[in-house]
């Protein structure tokens, strides 16, 4: 008799879930599974998993049955199709409503039909105006996952892409907008556990909370330290790395670098590891830990320590951010290594209201388009210019960069031309 891994699936609807029972201990005989076919045998899955098309779409899962020994395809049913709602007397869970959809009751039958949602309602939105002619020809059609939420990213034409929450709230993470290739690479799942990281628990705690390291564009860092013990991680999904799931370092004896997934042009704190090599961090997290350490002290002392202007902000890259204070008090855009982009600067005294809305986001994007043409125009704090012009035409552009209304070649019919102030400058 040998030991097996048994698995059962159990799905169950109203609500629909899926229960994934993983026990070692439960035994399966060898040629269990033979006997069994053999003697019940096992009904032949519906089409959907092996076809997956436009008609036909399923997902294959673990069978229902001891010790999984029979094929197991839950079919997806799309748009109108029949679908069942559960409930007592509904009978067994034998598919669901694909991507998007939702099981609504009709008058005579429930259907799948398409769910409601902030994301499928931009989506209408763009439609109505796209039948309308209103659409500018820089829009892009908002993009949603399936469960209706925003999707992972978006991008700019001929510009960037950049993570965004499930609510289409833009977060950590840009690169260069190069399509089908953005697409296979870029995840965000590190910039979104960051931001779900925060909602949850990030006001409810009176010190920062560290989360993992990411990189430039919302993907998880390759590498992941617990008390100087380091190991290489999946740049999706943040888990131990498949291809090196033994590996490992510590950092009171050997270096970062020893690691076979650790990548140089990644490591924004090269200089900073060779000062502190037995510690996985950087210049803002230690100056967060190093205050936290004070008010801790403080407390101790029974008086209390009040940092008025807050602890710093370290970003999901764990460097101080995109605005930096240069020795003149002016915010100036760097980049992720502490550069100055261009000249883009602000000042307090002569530009109040540049210096506090100040976002960098148009700096960033021109740095990472680099030699490309058609670059945006910035204004002098790095932020989106609200009117950018290409080839005679111009458009309105929100502070990420977006289109938002048809292009024209006079730009006094914008919407968001005012005739008080000079449109070129801002």
Known sequence: MATFNFKLCICFLFPL?????????ILCEVGFCRT????TGCTTP????SVNNETHRGI???SPTVCNCCEYCMPLYGEGEHCSRGGPGTGST???????LYCWP?????????MKSDCHSAQDR?????RNGELGALEERPRCDGKGKYYKFECVPAQTCFCQADDGRRLFGEVLNLGVVTENTMHCGCSRFHDLMNSVIGSGVPAPVVGPRCTADGNYFPIRCINNICYCVDKITGIISKDYPTVHIDLERQSIAQLPCYEKDLDLFEEFDKEHPATFSSPCLMKQAEMVAEVLDSEEDEFNLDFFGGFPECLPDWTFGRIAVNSAGHKVCVDERGRQIENYHADRKTDPAAYNNMDCKCALTRKLMGDLPEKPVCCRNGNFRRIQCRRGMCRCVDSDGRQTEKETSDVTELSCYDNDTDWRTC
């Open 94 to 100: 034998v598919g669901r409503c694909g991507d998007g």
């Open 60 to 62: 294959n899962l673990l």
């Open 36 to 39: 069994h076919l053999h003697d």
């Open 126 to 130: 763009y439609d109505e105006r796209e």
């Open 46 to 49: 519906p089409i959907h998993c």
């Open 106 to 114: 009709g008058e005579e039958d429930n259907y799948c039909g398409r």
């Open 17 to 25: 879930f899926c229960l994934v029972y993983n026990d070692s201990s």
